[in-house]
């Protein structure tokens, strides 16, 4: 749950996901929608669906409980060498090294290697060089830990404090002058952006949804009809009355832009009431059965902007520092309240 998602976004969901699974063998025997829906708030939504098959795994391979030696727990879907080794060696004491950034930044630094760690030629050395220290030492688990603390509290990006850093005396990067050279950062790629139109439409029988594909962002996860664009062009000539025939009354109710990681999403959000007929695909949800439909955090936005849920306080707190994406809550009573028309928002310019 923490790979990619704040401490205080985790503390909330994980007592309940734990106290609904406590087991590997729990967790495996429930379905994956009744896992998104626990899941809903956390975003990345492969990490959910990686943990469930992981516990399949378990029961599957393991007798229902989870490996302890790095070398099995790098096979469960999802696990990779970084968190299978801080599994294996702080909880379970195994002599084995792990790396994340903040590892690779301080042993390109003492080492005064000007790499990119990205590069699998550099990745293939941290490991490596990792490995022989935690071979050396008492504890893996202190060595690993104390790497990682050291680059987080110390050995900063930016301003790492090297007059009282414990390994100044040995510090290469220190020595030649080079700090601020190491690591090297690539350069990053240009995101593209895609332009979506989705429709809110709900009264007070429910919100009317249809799932996503079961490939590409955030797949198989629930939406309000949305049509995605192949172009900017397309983008620009959309009118919705021609692309909903079967809805009256619509009215745009908002726009913005969310990051992902491979793409940048430009939606816009139309409002309307459901029409007396349903297109296919499309499912009428009631206000009790929205928390069993998982929804993309973009998703939430969207039922924001047309009025349907309200923010939370940690959302607006989260756009404000400049937060692409945050958590928001569907409260059954905002579900069951009628549309609210509000006037065009546009937030975040559109691009193109
Ligand atoms: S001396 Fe400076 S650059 Fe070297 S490891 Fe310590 S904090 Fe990092």
Request: charged share 25%; glycine share 6%; hydrophobic share 40%.
């Amino acid at each position: 749950m923490l790979q990619q998602t704040q401490v205080g976004r985790v503390a909330e969901r994980f007592e309940a996901f734990v106290a609904r699974w406590p087991t590997a063998a729990g967790l495996a025997a429930a379905t994956e929608d009744q896992v998104l829906a626990m899941w809903q708030g956390l975003g990345y939504y492969r990490r959910a669906r990686r943990l469930h098959e992981a516990a399949k795994a378990c029961v599957a391979r393991f007798g229902g409980t989870v490996p302890r030696r790095a070398a099995d727990l790098v096979t469960l879907p999802g696990v990779g060498r970084y968190t299978a080794g801080a599994v294996a060696s702080i909880v379970h004491g195994e002599r084995t090294a792990i790396v994340d950034g903040n590892v690779a930044r301080v042993l390109l630094r003492v080492h005064g290697r000007a790499l990119d760690p990205a590069s699998r030629s550099t990745q293939d050395w941290l490991w490596s060089t990792a490995q022989d220290l935690v071979e050396q030492a008492r504890s893996a688990a202190s060595v690993n830990e104390g790497l990682m603390e050291l680059g987080a509290i110390m050995c900063t990006p930016r301003t790492p404090r090297c007059e009282s850093c414990p390994w100044r005396p040995r510090c290469v990067a220190h020595r030649d002058g080079t700090v601020d050279r190491i690591p090297v950062v690539a350069a990053k790629a240009v995101r593209p952006t895609v332009h979506w139109e989705t429709l809110v439409m709900h009264d007070a029988r429910g919100l009317v949804l249809e799932r996503r594909s079961d490939h590409g962002l955030w797949a198989e996860l629930w939406q309000t009809p949305t049509i995605e664009h192949d172009s900017v062009a397309d983008a620009r000539a959309f009118d919705p009355n021609a692309a909903w025939p079967e809805v009256a009354g619509i009215v745009e109710a908002g726009a913005f832009t969310v990051v992902t990681s491979p793409r940048r999403v430009a939606f816009r959000v139309w409002s309307a009431k459901p029409p007396k007929r349903l297109a296919r695909g499309w499912q009428r949800v009631g206000p009790e059965l929205l928390d069993e439909h998982a929804m993309s955090n973009a998703m939430r936005r969207v039922l924001e902007t047309a009025s349907f849920v309200r923010p939370t306080a940690d959302a607006r707190a989260a756009r404000s520092h400049g937060a692409a994406d945050s958590r928001r809550t569907l409260a059954p009573e905002d579900a069951a309240r009628p549309a609210t028309r509000v006037r065009s928002n546009n937030r975040s310019r559109r691009e193109g």
